[in-house]
């Protein structure tokens, strides 16, 4: 599914996942739901339902409706935003409901935290969840839970969580209606010259570059979380667009030829589940520094052990997700621990039969298994 023309991403798409940022949702100057535009998006997916495709939801707009109805200024603490979730949620999930029911389809709200997602069998119970909603016919209009979420352990943007999303249903194409055509070489605003990037085939270092800080305090995502967002994606074999989705009817114009926007090409191998949610995860809970023999070993497919291993930080438990970097600092790759940080502590530097008598126990040869291991740049 990844060889495909642009006009024909939407047609050529069974599971399609579609976030809608808050700025989209909400009229700033009324601070209501933007009735109007919500209804032209309820008829296209109607229209895409009608066609057999999958609609996924990925829905912000609860924080800025609760800042509203509790009359809450200026800028929010973290309690403050939490209430204002719990608030805004109630209003959110209605006016979906509302919406959809005049069309005679069904939702289902789903609210995740992080940990729904980086804790392996979360991950799985919330996919089965999603691919029987599916199966039922009954669209899931998903949030990040703000209010369980703290201020350290949060996606703070809905770009990287519906691109988890994406991955955990084994979506065909992410669509992130925005607030902006697409990427930019650099900020249109304060650079004439900048050039509009419409097909990206693969998210370089000079990509990356491009991206900027969030441009609106409605929004807090910006190019740089949309990028991310596009990283998990396209490693799970799913297309993204980045759209402006301030116009009524934003999906069909999508198939119009001239339409600007920016498309992220799914890779052609992506990886098997387990390497996708790995190479998805934000919870990294520490970094090893291993030497150059090692990282070359690791590029031929190899384990890393121990003998490889210059330095450790971070304290990380067995099981638990770990940066891997050279002596220069420069990122190899990510995977999950079989040793605690104390133990790798002890063990680094030496050679896996001598692990026994260091720790007191055989444990593995590994430290990453190569099956637990993914190898990207940053």
Not at 70 to 78: F, V
Not at 114 to 121: A, F, G, H, L, V
Request: net charge neutral.
């Amino acid at each position: 599914m990844t060889k495909m023309k642009k006009e024909n991403l939407i047609k050529d798409s069974k599971r399609i996942v579609i976030k809608i940022g808050s700025s989209l949702l909400i009229d700033k100057n009324e601070d209501s739901l933007k009735s109007e535009w919500l209804r032209s998006l309820a008829q296209e997916i109607n229209q895409l339902i009608k066609q057999k495709k999958e609609i996924i939801i990925v829905s912000s707009g609860s924080i800025a409706l609760g800042q509203k109805q509790l009359k809450l200024t200026g800028n929010l603490s973290l309690d403050e935003k939490q209430a204002a979730a719990a608030t805004g949620q109630v209003s959110l999930a209605h006016a979906w409901k509302e919406i959809m029911e005049k069309f005679g389809l069904n939702i289902a709200q789903i609210l995740l935290a992080p940990d729904d997602t980086e804790t392996r069998r979360k991950h799985l119970n919330a996919r089965a969840t999603l691919l029987k909603l599916i199966e039922l016919q009954v669209i899931p209009v998903i949030n990040e839970n703000d209010t369980v979420s703290t201020e350290e352990i949060r996606f703070g943007d809905n770009d990287r969580l519906a691109a988890r999303v994406a991955q955990m249903c084994s979506a065909d194409l992410l669509i992130l209606l925005s607030d902006i055509n697409g990427l930019y070489s650099s900020d249109p605003n304060k650079n004439k010259g900048t050039v509009f990037i419409e097909k990206i085939p693969e998210i370089t270092d000079e990509i990356e570059r491009m991206a900027g800080p969030p441009m609106t305090s409605m929004s807090s995502g910006g190019m740089v979380t949309k990028i991310a967002a596009a990283k998990i994606a396209t490693k799970a074999g799913c297309h993204m667009i980045i759209c402006n989705g301030h116009f009524n009817s934003p999906l069909s114009k999508l198939e119009i030829d001239g339409t600007q926007f920016s498309w992220f090409s799914a890779i052609e191998k992506p990886l098997n589940s387990r390497k996708q949610w790995i190479s998805g995860a934000l919870q990294v809970k520490g970094k090893i520094t291993i030497d150059k023999g090692a990282a070359e070993a690791m590029k031929k497919g190899f384990s890393m052990l121990s003998a490889g291993i210059i330095s450790t930080e971070g304290n990380y438990e067995k099981g638990d997700l770990i940066q891997i970097v050279d002596e220069q600092q420069n990122f190899v790759g990510k995977g999950l621990i079989h040793f605690n940080n104390s133990e790798v502590d002890l063990i680094k530097g030496s050679k896996s039969n001598d692990i026994e008598s260091i720790l007191g126990y055989r444990g593995k040869d590994e430290v990453v298994h190569r099956d637990d291991l993914v190898l990207e740049k940053k």
